[in-house]
């Protein structure tokens, strides 16, 4: 193992910072309490991001027939998670363009898997046994795998081989093999992105724990198994990121704080499908 993680922090610190209207949107959709019309007053002060939430509302997707000019109104039909979703694939545009090379994906992989596992976190929250703001949990899935993006370029060449390491029992998962390789997962790498964009807990915690949950502050824990688990539902409905799909380990600990049945499961993956083919219709459209 070569020890590259000063490396990948270095690189991090070179990143520039999301936006001032991105920065906010999160600090607001990342707290338990909040509404709406919150996030509305930002998006108003940034032209940029007005007019593109318009042209979503205004897109086949949603079909309305009278074209819409009002923000408060577009983003009452919009809601959050499309929001925060625009949000994010503006001021993260260069994290989203990776190609994922080190992980044999493709560019728009990640934003795919990253997506898919929020609206699953989300629809998982609902049910926790004690009251999770899906909304939360949302915003943290959308951000779970950056860390890929990251370390992407320190892997590659080498997805074969810890495929091989993997088969053989050597390593347990794929973010052990990173750690391995690197000296530093991706879970790491999201979260010191995380502190370099300065993100309020939750979200540096979950980022951070999102493949090891029992190993959270207790605080987040639940937030963090919601994620965990829209993660694995992301994986499982044929959204991942390449060579490690699949390739971690379900924390069956889940169940202190999640009350899940098979067949919830199953709807919960047709539901989060449908969600996801309309938000990526109306953001390509
Ligand atoms: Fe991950
Ligand atoms: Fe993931």
């Known amino acids: 193992m070569e020890d590259r993680s000063s490396e990948i922090v270095r690189d991090i610190s070179q990143i520039k910072p999301l936006s001032p209207s991105a920065a906010s949107l999160l600090d607001i959709a990342s707290k338990e309490e909040h509404d ?26 949603y079909g309305f027939d009278k074209e819409i000019t009002a923000i408060d109104r577009a983003i009452s039909f919009t809601g959050e998670d499309a929001l925060v979703s625009l949000a994010m694939s503006e001021a993260a545009a260069m994290i989203y363009e990776s190609d994922l090379a080190g992980y044999s994906g493709q560019k728009g992989d990640l934003w795919d898997h990253n997506l898919l596992t929020a609206l699953g976190a989300k629809k998982v929250a609902e049910h926790a046994k004690s009251p999770l703001n899906g909304d939360v949990a949302f915003t943290c899935g959308l951000l779970h795998d950056f860390g890929k993006a990251i370390i992407s370029g320190f892997l590659e060449n080498t997805a074969d081989k810890v495929i091989k390491a993997l088969d053989s029992g050597k390593v347990a998962d794929y973010a052990t093999a990173e750690e391995k390789i690197l000296g530093m ?14 993100l309020p807990e939750p979200l540096p915690s979950v980022i951070r724990y999102h493949h090891e949950p029992h190993a959270a502050p207790e605080e987040y824990r639940a937030l963090v198994y919601a994620v965990h688990l829209g993660d694995m539902l992301a994986m499982m409905s044929g959204k991942g990121t390449g060579a490690d799909a699949m390739r971690y380990v379900l924390d069956n600990r889940y169940s202190d704080y999640i009350d899940l049945a098979e067949n919830d499961l199953a709807l919960i993956m047709m539901d989060i499908d449908s969600q996801f083919m309309k938000i990526k219709e109306s953001m390509e459209g």
Do not use: Y
């Open 185 to 198: 997962d991706h879970c790491r790498a999201g979260f010191e992105l995380a502190k370099h964009w300065q």
């Open 36 to 61: 709406l019309m919150d996030l509305v007053q930002i998006v108003k002060h940034d032209a940029s991001l007005t007019a593109q939430v318009l042209k979503v509302v205004n897109s086949a997707a």
